[in-house]
């Protein structure tokens, strides 16, 4: 399955962003589609996920209750809303495919888009 992740930009504090995520090739049900971020000179890090057809989600306390994961069965694309957005939600944003259920551990990805840039000025 190959990746490919759209929407980043500048925006402001308080704004709103949409990143997508299309995947070419099956995903299934025991899938798993996620979105990790990397900030500059930080790690990765885990941001949301969602189990593939079933729709359940999973989010980092850092943007819970500001992001939404969601999924488009029909097109094969993930969704991440963000909004209120910080300038620490300033990264460079990667969609990823887990096979093995739902995950916040980045090794447990097996497949990963191109990073899109998000930043957000204060």
């Known amino acids: 399955v190959q990746l490919q992740a759209f929407g980043g930009g500048l925006v402001q504090a308080g704004g709103s962003l949409k990143l997508s995520c299309v995947a070419s090739?099956?995903?299934?049900?025991?899938?798993?589609m996620g979105w990790f971020r990397q900030a500059p000179g930080k790690e990765r890090e885990f941001v949301a996920a969602?189990?593939?057809?079933?729709?359940?989600?999973y989010y980092s306390d850092s943007v819970k209750g500001r992001f939404t994961i969601s999924q488009l069965k029909a097109e094969n694309t993930e969704y991440l809303q963000m909004n209120s957005l910080k300038p620490e939600d300033t990264a460079v944003y990667y969609c990823?495919?887990?096979?093995?259920?739902?995950?916040?551990?980045?090794?447990?990805?097996?497949?990963w888009g191109q990073g899109t840039l998000v930043t957000v000025s204060s």
């Open positions: 990823a495919r887990a096979i093995r259920g739902l995950s916040t551990v980045e090794k447990d990805y097996s497949d």
């Open positions: 090739g099956r995903i299934f049900s025991s899938h798993v």
């Open positions: 969602i189990r593939w057809g079933v729709g359940n989600t």
